[in-house]
């Protein structure tokens, strides 16, 4: 499913983008504007927003497709297959208020720039979090000594199964998450196109297509064979993605908008034991984000 939600806002953006030079201005009775839509309201816009900035910040809910986790070091190398994980949102409260506590939600930081009247470059941090179900049964393949790492520690269940037995994993067997967090920092080129524009000119609405690329700087948190712990931030690896949204103008200098994203990242230098340059894990994961923002234009 998150393959094919991907690939439909790619095609999404690809129209968007190629109706560039088809593209009509809206003209009302009384002004010709200088914004540029596929929609053609009935109104327009009378001032461009080339060359001004913007920032949002807002917070998100993330679901993830099942993803392989491949777990190498000393005296073992095995895949855990099709593992299932969720995020962790926080609970609605003064948290996501508090000016000291605001960053521990799962969030979401934009600023950017309007190179055109309707195309904007733009750097954010999307703060998710990913958290492998426990417990749940999974394909184990591959191998483990039942010492591995150095020194050697006993290596659990994973040294009693076999290759291609499906296994059992439990909380004294495996805790992995990606909580603070699954962060993805990305550069972002968008396209807007107005839908509604008030006769006053002092409200709107615009939808927002984007592609975005960046890295993955996960502070992850992995427990395995008795070892582990919650490791500082660091770039285990990059991704792209995809994103539509709507955006409200109910002020000319702020905005409300939801929006969905979909993505595909490439983790591979995932810290796990805290034996860093011994053992460490990999995976891709597919991910779908619902955000809530709101904006400001200067």
Same mark, same amino acid.
């Given at each position: ?7 439909? #806002? ?90 000291? &506590?605001?960053?521990? *939600? ?111 700087? *996960? &502070? ?30 109910? #002020? ?47």
């Amino acid at each position: 499913m998150f393959k094919q939600i991907s690939m439909f #806002l790619l095609g999404a953006m690809a129209v968007s983008l190629s109706v560039t030079a088809q593209e009509t201005t809206a003209t009302s009775n009384e002004d010709n504007g200088v914004a540029k839509s596929i929609f053609n309201p009935k109104y327009n816009r009378l001032k461009s927003n080339k060359g001004k900035f913007f920032a949002h910040w807002g917070y998100n809910f993330s679901s993830y497709a099942k993803s392989d986790i491949r777990f190498q070091g000393q005296g073992y190398d095995f895949t855990l297959k099709n593992v299932k994980a969720s995020d962790r949102p926080t609970k609605l409260g003064w948290t996501y208020i508090d000016p000291g &506590r605001i960053t521990i *939600p799962q969030f979401n930081l934009h600023f950017g720039y309007f190179l055109k009247d309707n195309y904007s470059i733009s750097l954010g941090w999307d703060h998710m979090k990913y958290v492998v179900d426990i417990p749940q049964t999974v394909k184990f393949v591959g191998h483990a000594d039942k010492l591995v790492s150095d020194p050697g520690v006993p290596s659990g269940i994973f040294g009693e199964a076999k290759d291609g037995e499906y296994i059992t994993l439990n909380d004294e067997d495996l805790a992995f998450e990606h909580t603070d967090g699954y962060n993805f920092a990305a550069v972002g080129i968008e396209r807007y196109d107005d839908i509604w524009v008030s006769q006053s000119r002092k409200q709107s609405v615009n939808t927002e297509f984007g592609l975005e690329g960046g890295l993955l700087v *996960p &502070r992850s948190d992995v427990r395995i064979f008795d070892l582990g712990k919650n490791h500082y931030w660091n770039i285990a690896g990059y991704g792209f993605a995809a994103k539509a949204g709507v955006q409200y103008h109910f #002020l000319k200098w702020m905005y409300l908008q939801g929006s969905f994203k979909t993505g595909f990242t490439d983790l591979s230098k995932i810290r796990t034991t805290g034996r860093n340059g011994i053992d460490k894990a990999s995976q891709t994961i597919w991910f779908f984000e619902n955000y809530w923002v709101l904006g400001f234009r200067f």
